[in-house]
């Protein structure tokens, strides 16, 4: 009987999210090639395609741009198993996309208890035009996406039950954001240090820990000289 209700329950969320999955698949991978690579893309194949490009090389010319190390080690890795083809380039963003559509669904599970949100917000997000556009290209902002998303969910778990083990995922996916822009927002440095200070003083009431997040994010972004 437990086998039973797992398996029906599992279906039941499964389902759905398997049926927005195939539909984002197809929005985000099909006519990844049609159009050329343009100005942003062709600096990241340089730098990844290069054949004369060695680790070191790479890395000497990623300090000449404003984006950081991270997205260009992840894809560099992806193309030594996958290719260096246009398509191969791009579906590293567009899988990543997906990824995206899979952790927004089960944050709208975990905040609603009706069926149907969940479905509809992996749906905003599947047929979006902006996101779309960014899975098709051979730069950093799916992932950018990806990673607020997991953000999000991690955060939501670390407020439930305030604790060092969860606020470690949280931590490290505003760090890896951080590592993945140009100029990372004072936002997130303040969201990295507000967890860890959190976790340190023990359980705090919840709604306090929202109002110290929100203030601390919002004197961070006011400071002078900061956009």
């Not at 606020?167 to 822009?181: E, F």
């Not at 004072?186 to 997040?213: I, M």
């Amino acid at each position: 009987h437990r086998f039973r209700y797992l398996f029906v329950t599992s279906t039941k969320i499964l389902s759905p999210l398997l049926a927005v999955l195939l539909l984002a698949a197809a929005t985000r991978i099909l006519g990844t090639t049609d159009q050329s690579l343009w100005l942003d893309e062709g600096f990241t194949y340089n730098v990844i395609v290069r054949t004369d490009a060695s680790w070191n090389a790479m890395f000497a010319e990623i300090a000449q741009d404003t984006h950081p190390p991270l997205y260009f080690v992840l894809l560099r890795l992806w193309t030594i198993i996958i290719g260096d083809s246009v398509f191969a380039l791009r579906l590293f963003s567009g899988l990543t996309a997906m990824l995206s559509v899979a952790v927004v669904y089960r944050l709208a599970h975990l905040l609603t208890a009706d069926r149907l949100t969940p479905v509809v917000a992996a749906l905003l997000l599947a047929l979006w035009d902006a996101d779309i556009f960014l899975a098709q290209e051979t730069r950093m902002y799916a992932q950018r996406t990806l990673l607020a998303c997991v953000s999000m969910w991690s955060y939501w778990r670390w407020s439930r039950a305030p604790s060092v083990r969860r606020a470690l995922p949280w931590t490290l996916t505003n760090a890896a954001i951080s590592l993945w822009m140009d100029t990372a927002n004072p936002g997130d440095s303040c969201t990295v240090v507000l967890a860890w200070t959190q976790t340190r003083g023990g359980n705090r009431c919840l709604s306090r820990s929202g109002d110290d997040l929100r203030a601390v994010v919002h004197r961070c972004n006011a400071q002078p000289g900061r956009n």
